[in-house]
């Protein structure tokens, strides 16, 4: 199974744990703006995975993996990141983003 965690500059990040194996991670760009970074990952067991937010008196979640959205395959996470990134004519690029930084805000 693979699963899609989603962070916000600025707002929060997510972090996984060893139970979730990384393999890319994509930068959305709406009008030029960064609004989110996704990391997909592959799920190798039920576990729990922290949002972490930002900013003075921030607060860290610690977030059942079984409400995560899942994926049979990599191409369906990545087919549903592209559907979720397009809005018709507007300007909204998703691009290859490295997984050892966090986006920046």
């Known amino acids: 199974m693979f699963v899609v965690l989603t962070s916000k500059p600025g707002q929060y990040h997510t972090q996984p744990n060893a139970d979730i194996r990384l393999l890319e991670a994509w930068d959305y760009h709406f009008c030029g703006r960064l609004l989110a970074r996704f990391a997909v990952g592959e799920l190798l067991r039920e576990t729990k995975v922290q ?16 409400f995560l959205e899942r994926f049979a395959s990599l191409e369906q996470a990545r087919s549903e990141l592209q559907h979720l990134c397009q809005f ?4 909204s690029t998703l691009t290859a983003a490295p997984l050892s930084a966090p986006p920046a805000a």
């Open 88 to 91: 018709g004519a507007l300007d």
């Open 51 to 66: 949002v972490i937010e930002e900013g003075p008196g921030g607060t860290t979640n610690q977030v059942p993996s079984k």
